[in-house]
């Protein structure tokens, strides 16, 4: 070996270690990947409800200090940036879905034990609206306007 | 230069050039970083408005087709995520403030020639509570939950 192959041997040895160290990563395998846009969904809702005057006080108090196990079912469910409003008597709840099958996943929330014991607590502090849709117990409202 | 230190100064060329080509981008200066957390705000909104019965469709329809220099202004007043829903006479809206001064962004916008046509369409549409707080249009809620 003379000194050009020598030379041109290192070379080529450093371009490969270049080449490899540089190399972004693979992509994943297919199976890793997450599920395509048109199996998930997002979508937000909008819903209300009437809270009993003497049970308001109750109800605060229950959602300043939720149970961490009703919480970890509400993110299970694929439900995102959750909040409950009150004005006069009105409870306002704004949620985003972010799951691919809404039933299937309140279904699942229903049964849960420990959202089963916290809905004991909340559901006598709630009075659903008579005009709600059949199956409903807060009423879903009609979104009018969005802008991101 | 013997074929050793050749070697060794070839290695030296090629480390350099793998080091340049990998490192990564240099932070951005000071400057150029966005605004400290301390000085920018996240804060969610809920409102509640009524809604003239004979007005409903007129407002539905403004909202369907809201005018781009409005939805402008909404953007230009750091608001995101803006949802109005509509149930039993009632409307309810929800957003995100993500500015640093809610007072002045709300003042600008009250000053835009666009959203005053717009809002000489929708006022009329609507009908405060009773029971706001002085100098509100859209009655503020009291949010008793939220779960990110």
Not at 30 to 42: C, G, K, N, Q, V
Not at 70 to 95: E, H, M, P, W
Request: proline share 5%; hydrophobic share 35%.
């Amino acid at each position: 070996m003379n000194v050009t192959k020598t030379i041109q041997f290192a070379a080529a040895c450093y371009s490969m270690i270049f080449l490899l160290a540089c190399a972004p990563d693979e992509p994943k395998s297919i199976s890793e990947e997450p599920r395509s846009a048109d199996t998930l969904t997002f979508k937000r809702y909008g819903s209300v409800i009437k809270v009993k005057p003497e049970k308001l006080a109750e109800y605060k108090e229950l959602h300043a200090d939720p149970w961490p196990g009703v919480l970890a079912q509400i993110t299970k469910s694929n439900i995102r940036n959750y909040s409950i409003y009150y004005k006069d008597g009105y409870l306002f709840s704004y949620f985003e879905y972010t799951g691919n099958d809404f039933e299937a996943d309140m279904a699942e929330m229903a049964q849960d034990s420990v959202t089963q014991a916290w809905w004991k607590l909340t559901d006598p502090c709630q009075e659903p609206l008579s005009t709600r849709t059949d199956g409903e117990w807060w009423a879903s409202m009609e979104e009018v306007f969005h802008h991101d």
